[in-house]
Nanobody
Framework: QVQLVESGGGLVQAGGSLRLSCAASGRTFVYYTMGWFRQAPGREREFVAAITLGGVNSDYAESVKGRFTISRDNAKNTLFLEMNSLKPEDTAVYYC?????????????????WGQGTQVTVSS
C-alpha cells in the first residue's frame, strides 16, 4: 500500500522560505513521476510542480516559476519542494502525489496516490 507523508509546512512571513518534504513508501519510488499540488480555501486544487523518474525533467506552474524548486532523492524515497520568495497568495494546503502515468503530468487525474497535505500560511 502506497503512503505519502508530507512535512515542513508552517507559518512564514512574505518573502520567506520553506522546504516541504514528502516521504514515500509502498512501491518503488524511482519508477514514478511525482508532483506537488495545492488547494487554497474555496478554490480548486491546482498544479504546482512535477518531476520525472530520475529527476532530470521538471515542470512548474507559471505562478511559482523562478521561486519554487522541485527535487527528489530516490535513495531516500523522498520528494522535496523548496519555496522561496513566498507570497500571501501561496497560502494553501500542499499535497504531494504519485503518478501512474510517465512523463511530466500537470493534471491531477494522472495521479493515483496522494498525501494528507501540509498547511503553508504566508502572512503579509
Amino acid at each position: 500500500q502506497v503512503q505519502l507523508v508530507e512535512s515542513g509546512g508552517g507559518l512564514v512571513q512574505a518573502g520567506g522560505s520553506l522546504r516541504l518534504s514528502c516521504a514515500a513508501s509502498g512501491r518503488t519510488f524511482v519508477y514514478y513521476t511525482m508532483g506537488w499540488f495545492r488547494q487554497a480555501p474555496g478554490r480548486e486544487r491546482e498544479f504546482v510542480a512535477a518531476i520525472t523518474l530520475g529527476g532530470v525533467n521538471s515542470d512548474y506552474a507559471e505562478s511559482v516559476k523562478g521561486r519554487f524548486t522541485i527535487s527528489r532523492d530516490n535513495a531516500k524515497n523522498t520528494l522535496f519542494l523548496e519555496m522561496n520568495s513566498l507570497k500571501p497568495e501561496d497560502t494553501a494546503v500542499y499535497y504531494c502525489a504519485q503518478s501512474r502515468v510517465g512523463g511530466l503530468q500537470n493534471n491531477s487525474k494522472a495521479y493515483d496516490y496522494w498525501g494528507q497535505g501540509t498547511q503553508v500560511t504566508v502572512s503579509s
